[in-house]
């Protein structure tokens, strides 16, 4: 069983940058590709950002690519969501994901991640 517990979110003005964080309670950590998802009220959960076991594949959604940067730390468990240039749109909820792989890939798909967080809200003010 692995258990996601993301800290980071809060309020801030546009342009604004918050950096988001997701620490694993699993030994196995660096065997699993990790994402970061958002879900706005009234709309369907979306992908932000994954990244592979060794951090060498970073994907990212085009909502997002080059204002966000994802990161990991094996040693620490965690993963990272630095997200700059904030825009009142990128207001939402924001999970971190887990998926086990036998690959140093990660998917864009919420429905192959097997172990969620409770999610952090980040609210971004106009």
């Known amino acids: 069983q692995v258990q996601l517990v993301e800290s980071g979110g809060g309020w801030v003005q546009t342009g604004g940058s918050l950096r988001l964080s997701c620490a694993a309670s699993v030994d196995t950590f660096s065997k699993y590709a990790m994402g970061w998802f958002r879900q706005a009220p009234g709309k369907e959960r979306e992908f932000v950002a994954a990244?592979?076991?060794?951090?060498?594949?970073?994907y990212y959604s085009r909502a997002v690519e080059g204002r966000f940067t994802i990161s990991r730390d094996n040693a620490k468990t965690t993963v990272y969501l630095q997200m700059s240039s904030l825009k009142p749109e990128d207001s939402a909820i924001y999970f971190c994901?887990?998926?086990?792989?036998?690959?140093?890939?990660?998917?864009?798909?919420?429905?192959?991640?097997?172990?969620w967080g409770q999610g952090t809200q980040v609210t971004v003010s106009s």
């Open positions: 994901a887990a998926d086990w792989l036998e690959r140093d890939i990660a998917y864009p798909f919420f429905d192959k991640y097997d172990y």
């Open positions: 990244i592979s076991w060794s951090g060498a594949g970073r």
